[in-house]
């Protein structure tokens, strides 16, 4: 099934928004665009800009918002995301938000929702620190989702207990604010993301119909 869905997910890290965003655009025929996998592809092809950004990741600090917002305009001009996308870690800042607002409206390509996955604090550590993905960026827990025996699996960086306590902070400072910037719009859907995975899918499928 193909839509002409343009969706954000937004939450803190480790809500399952990669998680989510692999199974929807499966579902929905329209590409996953997600500013961490974009950073994490330029700093492994060793571009300036990638390594750049790769300090600032591991660091649990976020990348700065003219470069961004410079990636994330390029991507939804390209021809597969004219009919929608699934938006993932993109926007994390009021000025991105306000940025994609008008690139959208530049292109007549209004935003159908923003789900916001809600995961209590206490439990993120532990779901980010038990992540592991493959090469082709299938996303595993060690407990929960445990990956294949034998499958080469690795650990992000930034994946650790001290990055992640500044990872959540700059959620609740910078990102945050971006939910009644949309709750004006009324295009926010709450999702309880503390649920099985299946679950919160059937929820989100069921909040965008
Ligand atoms: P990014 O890659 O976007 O990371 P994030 O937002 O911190 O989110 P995560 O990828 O950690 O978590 P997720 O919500 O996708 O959870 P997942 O599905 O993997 O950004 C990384 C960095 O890049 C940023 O810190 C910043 O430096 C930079 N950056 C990116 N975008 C930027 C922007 N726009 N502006 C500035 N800087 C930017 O799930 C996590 C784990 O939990 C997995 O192991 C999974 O198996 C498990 N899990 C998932 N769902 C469930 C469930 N329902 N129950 C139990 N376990 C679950």
Same mark, same amino acid.
């Given at each position: 099934?193909? #839509?002409?869905? @343009?969706?954000?997910?937004?939450?803190?890290? &480790?809500?399952?928004?990669?998680?989510?965003? *692999?199974?929807?655009?499966?579902?929905?025929?329209?590409? =996953?665009?997600?500013?961490?996998?974009?950073?994490?592809?330029?700093?492994?092809? &060793?571009?300036?800009?990638?390594?750049?950004? &790769?300090?600032?990741? !591991?660091?649990?600090?976020?990348?700065?918002?003219? $470069? $961004?917002?410079?990636?994330?305009?390029?991507?939804?001009?390209? /021809?597969?995301? *004219?009919?929608?996308?699934?938006?993932?870690?993109?926007?994390?800042?009021?000025?991105?938000?306000?940025?994609? !607002?008008?690139?959208?409206?530049?292109? #007549?390509?209004?935003?159908?929702?923003?789900?916001?996955?809600?995961?209590?604090?206490?439990?993120? +550590? =532990? @779901?980010?620190?038990?992540? @592991?993905?493959? *090469?082709?960026?299938?996303?595993? =827990?060690?407990?929960?989702?445990?990956?294949?025996?034998?499958?080469?699996?690795?650990?992000?960086?930034? !994946?650790?207990?001290?990055?992640?306590?500044?990872?959540? /902070?700059?959620?609740?400072?910078?990102?945050?604010?971006?939910?009644?910037?949309?709750? *004006?719009?009324?295009?926010?859907?709450?999702?309880?993301?503390?649920?099985?995975? !299946? +679950? $919160?899918?059937?929820?989100?499928?069921?909040?965008?119909?």
């Amino acid at each position: 099934m193909t #839509s002409s869905m @343009r969706i954000i997910l937004v939450g803190p890290p &480790g809500a399952g928004k990669g998680t989510q965003a *692999k199974r929807l655009v499966e579902r929905l025929g329209i590409p =996953h665009i997600s500013t961490g996998d974009m950073l994490r592809a330029a700093r492994a092809a &060793g571009t300036e800009l990638g390594v750049r950004a &790769g300090e600032l990741m !591991d660091k649990g600090q976020l990348v700065p918002d003219e $470069v $961004v917002i410079g990636i994330v305009e390029e991507r939804i001009n390209q /021809e597969d995301a *004219k009919t929608g996308f699934v938006l993932d870690g993109f926007p994390r800042t009021l000025p991105q938000a306000r940025a994609l !607002d008008a690139a959208l409206l530049r292109n #007549s390509q209004p935003l159908d929702a923003v789900v916001q996955i809600d995961v209590d604090d206490k439990v993120l +550590e =532990h @779901r980010v620190t038990g992540r @592991r993905s493959d *090469k082709d960026g299938n996303i595993y =827990h060690t407990e929960f989702n445990p990956p294949p025996t034998g499958l080469e699996v690795i650990q992000r960086k930034d !994946d650790t207990a001290e990055a992640i306590k500044s990872r959540l /902070e700059k959620y609740w400072s910078e990102t945050s604010p971006i939910i009644p910037f949309y709750e *004006k719009k009324g295009i926010i859907k709450k999702i309880d993301g503390l649920r099985q995975p !299946d +679950e $919160v899918t059937y929820d989100i499928i069921a909040a965008l119909s």
